[in-house]
């Protein structure tokens, strides 16, 4: 399967497309219209088997309208953790949520023994019914107003529930809705990040036909959707309102594309870092080997010799006599603080894959566990979960019982450590763009004798007060979110992880970074024009000759150039960057991030 890092060749059209259409819908419509996706990849299936979707894949299906199937192994260990579900009633193992009652009810027993018999199946119908069409009245709050970010939230979900007992038609429904795209109206206040149950029950509501969803980026009863679809409402059953709520894919759909977009706000930073090296006519001494030996972290030297091997064959490398020494230290430190975000965002990534690929159900359906494979499970406490197996089961046996699952550190601890290192990074890159006004540093004056107005060139170059504006709206997200319980369910869910919130602040500050980087890009690109005027025989390395190239032919390097344009220059540089990954411009093998 493909990994994050292998992006299909239309990638970049795709993004530019997606780009250029969104910029026009935002322009006709309100600022809290819903923003449909452009769906360029509807002949690419992404296969679900529950232990191996990619960041990538994840980004494909909920911004660009690729396909979803489950694997015939994912849809066979569904089927025997739905049936273990069943016999687990039948045998009288006791389930939350199932047979018994959730939270303070836990004590209550909603009915015993076989689940499929006839009184017992329709009790079970109705209630699991009811509580599907409740969920078009749960949560608060605006309706997200991404199609993407509910896209992705399905599909970490369907992944995340091919073990967790859901009934066939539950985890159909769901690959239903990504294909036919049917997308919930879901409402974005209601979790506090131990399970985003207010989300997933609007997902529910639109499955059983209650209340709005948007069919092809048009909103209308959910209903009528599924009609347009030919799809017949879902008729739950089993534990299937828990099963589908119980999860943190919301949470985790959202952090797989702030992860996405991080790579490449990441991977621009260490371009620009690159390109403002050039511009200021620096020392590289602080990236070479023996300063790399002499502090050996690992992503800190992995950064600084991939910013060195960018730079290859720039004149930095030959004698200057007006190059100063030391550089400002948000120049000569910038790969330690970019090693320092890679190191966190990494970080993230691994537990994000964990995350998307196992079960945060707080419960664990476990198929072919026996009391021998570990001490506990031998205990008579830990037995009274045992299901011996039977027909409901097709004679499996293994383990139905209570998990804290649901809980999703260290994930959500991971967004916000990286969070905190991408608005230290942030601030090194507004500073050394500051500095580019000091001829201290630079030597030769910002605004020299050149053809026309000198001073309308100033307009292609980094506003002082948007920098200023951009990096302290970064460094506030990086305020933790103070942890907090509270004694809901009666003092059952008395711990509230409000991933919500950090996840917001983290895609915040990606976005606030692009931004501040595309500031960067002006001023380092403006500069580079500049020691071109100076000495025509300069070189810049191959990495910054590509970008500073692409990007003149966006923003030309003439008087009054930012005055042609249909936009403001900063808002067409913010454009640039997420429409050009930097594959385009450095794909030596050191720029791969492991």
Do not use: C
Request: no cysteine.
């Amino acid at each position: 399967m493909a990994t994050i890092h292998e992006r299909p060749a239309r990638r970049g059209r795709t993004i530019a497309l997606s780009i250029a259409l969104a910029a026009l819908a935002t322009a006709a419509a309100r600022a809290d219209a819903f923003r449909p996706i452009v769906p360029t990849m509807t002949d690419r299936t992404v296969v679900l088997d529950g232990h191996h979707l990619t960041i990538g894949e994840v980004v494909d299906v909920a911004r660009d309208g690729a396909r979803v199937a489950l694997s015939p192994q994912a849809r066979q260990r569904s089927a025997d953790a739905y049936g273990l579900l069943l016999e687990a009633a039948r045998e009288g193992v006791p389930v939350d949520g199932f047979d018994r009652g959730t939270d303070a009810n836990r004590r209550i027993r909603w009915f015993a023994g076989d689940p499929t018999a006839s009184g017992n199946q329709k009790r079970i119908a109705a209630r699991e019914l009811a509580l599907f069409q409740r969920g078009a009245f749960v949560g608060a709050g605006p309706p997200i107003a991404d199609e993407a970010v509910v896209r992705a939230m399905l599909v970490v979900r369907a992944n995340t529930m091919t073990a967790e007992a859901a009934s066939p038609a539950l985890i159909q429904q769901l690959i239903d809705l990504l294909n036919d795209r049917i997308t919930p109206v879901v409402r974005s206040r209601g979790t506090v990040g131990e399970g985003d149950r207010g989300q997933f029950m609007n997902v529910a509501a639109t499955m059983v036909g209650a209340g709005d969803a948007y069919y092809r980026g048009e909103r209308m009863p959910a209903s009528e959707a599924l009609r347009r679809a030919g799809l017949q409402p879902l008729a739950p059953f089993g534990a299937d309102d828990r099963v589908l709520e119980g999860t943190n894919a919301y949470f985790t759909g959202l952090a797989a594309l702030v992860t996405y977009d991080a790579r490449d706000a990441l991977s621009w930073a260490d371009l620009t870092d690159a390109i403002d090296l050039d511009g200021m006519n620096a020392d590289v001494a602080p990236l070479a080997l023996p300063a790399r030996q002499s502090r050996p972290f690992q992503w800190l030297n992995w950064d600084a010799a991939r910013v060195l091997d960018m730079l290859r064959g720039s004149y930095l490398f030959a004698l200057d006599g007006q190059r100063t020494a030391p550089d400002p230290q948000s120049l000569r430190a910038s790969n330690v603080r970019q090693g320092a975000a890679w190191q966190a965002w990494t970080t993230m990534r691994d537990d994000l894959l964990i995350a998307m690929n196992s079960s945060d159900l707080d419960f664990t359906v476990r198929v072919g566990s026996s009391p021998g494979d570990s001490w506990e499970l031998g205990t008579p406490q830990l037995r009274r979960y045992y299901v011996v197996g039977g027909p409901l089961s097709h004679g499996e046996h293994g383990y139905v019982l209570p998990s804290a699952n649901a809980d999703p550190y260290p994930l959500a601890n991971d967004v916000e450590a990286f969070t905190i290192a991408l608005a230290n990074l942030d601030e090194a890159v507004a500073q050394r763009i500051l500095r580019f006004t000091s001829t201290r540093f630079t030597v030769i004056p910002p605004m020299p004798d050149l053809p026309g107005r000198a001073d309308s060139y100033g307009l292609a170059r980094a506003s002082d007060d948007v920098v200023a504006d951009l990096v302290q709206d970064a460094v506030a997200q990086a305020v933790p979110v103070p942890p907090a319980g509270y004694g809901l369910g009666k003092g059952v869910r008395d711990l509230q992880a409000q991933t919500r919130l950090k996840i917001a602040r983290a895609r915040r500050a990606v976005d606030d970074s692009v931004d501040l980087l595309a500031e960067d890009l002006l001023t380092g690109t403006y500069w580079l024009d500049l020691r071109k005027l100076q000495d025509a025989h300069r070189a810049f390395g191959p990495a910054p000759t590509a970008a500073w190239a692409a990007f003149r032919r966006v923003v030309p390097f003439k008087p009054d150039a930012a005055l042609t344009l249909s936009r403001p220059v900063a808002t067409v540089a913010a454009q640039f960057i997420r429409s050009h990954p930097i594959d385009r411009f450095y794909g030596a093998t050191t720029g791969k991030a492991r």
